[in-house]
């Protein structure tokens, strides 16, 4: 995400400068007037209307209460002195980053997956690729309904089938702990698809000369899958972690469908966007829900800037 | 190499890839399982789908359920709802993030590093932090309930620009300048030339637009809670909570909602994957 920024500088400069055609020069130079600004012109007002702006009032926001009769009041930081005593943030932050955990151990399947799939003259690969590729296009609320009575305590399937191996499986959905291990299962569910389409290009572009060079100094296909595909894989590996942890913090509409609004183990599963909107929406407590949003920005912010401070110790880029 | 040599390789490669169709097959039936479980509840009676142990085929095929989704819920209007804001989404966001990545890409013009650079810090800000002023916005402009309330804020997009911007930095000057020697103005330039040479990116973020916009939640659940003004996802979240134990039902239903996107990104599978592993275009 630091990369677009960087380039961005650079590469305009670049093409026109180094080419030593003077009618190229000339061409540009002219400039072209009044034009980007109409090409520009409704995005950048949309863009402003609806997220710029938005972004300075919720941070106005969460520095106000909202009445009853609405008209917010200048509070000062008092929400975020209630974050920190608030006893579900911490509980809320720790379901979301139990969540995102469970699902990242989608990357390394996705890599074995993706691995099998790219085998030289493999038959059905393509009929492989669309089975794990249903999930990601399904709509969550609609596949979470379908978990819910898959996770059923009394007569889902997965229950039913722990049955057989001597298991009393739990109430899932309705129990602190296995609420969110099923929500989790769900989203890995979910996510897999679109790590291998990412990882599976990765692979693509690893030269076959190299696996050759690999099988002539006699490698094993195992370690060869240690030594060539993961390291060269890496960088597809790093994108698909920070876009996973991301997305896991987003964590809301599983949620809100397998679990639902009145569910018990509702506060010790929650997510912290299901708290923002819970406060926003349902409790009309729109500026403590705006300090839950900023508590959110920073979190992503310090995460995805660790992933890319650590990345230089593990990605290899060629 | 000799003969046998060359037999015991094919062995080696025929070994290999029985344990990845026996590691891909198993993976992938787990993968559709719950869909094939659902196909098959959708199909049965409510008494049928609570039995233990399960039973795994209707005694008798239940087609009416699908029939009785109209009643229970309005399908018809949600469904209605759900396919104008995809399209009105798609529509916009291609017409207006590719005018915006184009003049980003090859126009120049005075502080087009700065607006570029603003415009893209959104990409890191999560949705939460726009949506009650959004909400605020279209409460104020009495779209609460409306298609135009759901769609608005999605007809613009920071991702979508930058995704067009990639696309267009890529494709070749000359065409270009032979046009602007033939005294083309910019504008047909870029809807002559440029539009047709950026298929895959317009593709991509096509499919990508599809896909948010059919499957969201939390926008249209906060802005149109109403059972004529619902898209299908907030439609199928009401249902549940109202009908919660008629699992036929939620099950016919759920399928019913899925089934377009379905259909059509598998009957498009190669541009959708293409057009997704681009959108993870550095």
New interface residues.
């Given amino acids: 995400?630091s990369?677009?920024?960087t380039?961005?500088?650079a590469?305009?400069e670049a093409?026109p400068e180094e080419k030593p055609a003077p009618?190229?020069r000339r061409?540009?130079a002219r400039?072209?007037g009044a034009?980007?600004?109409?090409?520009?012109l409704?995005?950048?007002f949309?863009?402003t209307?609806?997220?710029?702006?938005?972004?300075i009032?919720?941070f106005y926001?969460s520095f106000t209460k909202w009445g009853v009769f609405g008209g917010a009041k200048f509070i000062g930081l008092d929400n975020y002195v209630r974050l920190f005593s608030d006893s579900s943030i911490p509980q809320s932050l720790l379901n979301t980053i139990i969540y995102t955990l469970i699902v990242l151990m989608g990357i390394p399947i996705a890599v074995?997956?993706s691995a099998?799939?790219e085998?030289?003259?493999?038959?059905?690969a393509g009929?492989?690729?669309?089975?794990?590729?249903?999930?990601y296009?399904?709509?969550?609320?609609?596949?979470g309904?379908?978990?819910?009575?898959?996770f059923n305590g009394?007569?889902g399937?997965i229950n039913?089938f722990l049955s057989l191996l001597g298991i009393e499986g739990p109430y899932w959905t309705s129990t602190p702990g296995f609420a969110l291990a099923a929500v989790a299962t769900v989203g890995l569910?979910m996510s897999?698809g679109?790590n291998l389409?990412?990882i599976g290009?990765g692979l693509r572009e690893i030269p076959q000369e190299i696996y050759e060079a690999a099988e002539m100094d006699g490698a094993s296909?195992l370690r060869q899958f240690f030594s060539i595909t993961v390291p060269l894989l890496t960088p597809s590996i790093f994108?698909v972690s920070v876009?996973t942890v991301?997305s896991g913090?987003?964590l809301?509409?599983l949620l809100?469908?397998m679990m639902?609004?009145a569910n018990l183990a509702m506060p010790q599963t929650q997510s912290l966007?299901y708290i923002?909107?819970n406060h926003?929406?349902l409790e009309n407590d729109?500026g403590y829900?705006?300090a839950?949003?900023?508590l959110?920005?920073l979190i992503?912010?310090a995460l995805?800037a660790v992933q890319f401070r650590v990345q230089r110790k593990w990605v290899n880029y060629v | 190499m000799s003969d046998s040599a060359i037999r015991a390789g094919r062995r080696v490669k025929r070994g290999r890839n029985a344990i990845a169709h026996v590691v891909l097959g198993g993976g992938g039936l787990l993968m559709i399982a719950p869909l094939i479980y659902q196909v098959i509840m959708s199909i049965s009676t409510n008494a049928e789908v609570q039995s233990i142990p399960p039973t795994f085929w209707p005694s008798e095929v239940q087609w009416h359920n699908f029939a009785d989704v109209f009643t229970v819920m309005n399908f018809g209007s949600s469904l209605r709802v759900s396919v104008l804001i995809t399209m009105l989404r798609v529509v916009g966001q291609v017409i207006l993030c590719s005018l915006a990545g184009y003049a980003f890409a090859r126009m120049r013009f005075r502080g087009r590093g700065a607006i570029l650079a603003v415009i893209l810090s959104i990409l890191m800000v999560p949705g939460q932090l726009f949506l009650i002023p959004q909400f605020q916005i279209v409460q104020n402009l009495g779209w609460l309930n409306t298609i135009a309330g759901i769609v608005a804020p999605g007809l613009f997009s920071a991702f979508g620009v930058f995704l067009m911007r990639q696309f267009f930095m890529g494709l070749p000057d000359e065409l270009e300048d032979a046009a602007r020697l033939d005294g083309a103005n910019p504008f047909q330039i870029f809807s002559k030339i440029m539009m047709p040479l950026a298929a895959n990116g317009l593709w991509a973020l096509a499919i990508i637009t599809v896909l948010w916009s059919w499957n969201d939640l939390l926008w249209p659940l906060v802005i149109a809670s109403t059972q004529d003004a619902a898209p299908l996802s907030v439609g199928l979240a009401n249902l549940q909570g109202e009908h919660a134990n008629n699992y036929p039902i939620l099950m016919a239903a759920s399928l019913m909602a899925m089934a377009p996107i379905l259909i059509l990104f598998i009957a498009m599978q190669k541009k959708v994957m293409a057009g997704i592993g681009r959108s993870g275009l550095k």
């Fill in positions: 995400m990369n677009p920024t380039e961005l500088r590469a305009p093409g009618l190229r061409l540009v400039g072209d034009w980007p600004w109409l090409f520009i409704p995005t950048v949309g863009i209307v609806f997220y710029l702006w938005p972004i009032q919720t926001y074995v997956l099998l799939m085998s030289p003259g493999l038959k059905f009929f492989y690729r669309t089975l794990y590729f249903i999930p296009i399904t709509m969550p609320a609609a596949v309904i379908v978990w819910r009575l898959v009394d007569f399937p039913w569910w897999l679109f389409i990412i290009a296909r994108f876009v991301i913090f987003q809301f509409d809100y469908v639902g609004k966007v923002f909107y926003a929406f729109k829900a705006a839950v949003g900023i959110i920005l992503i912010a995805t």
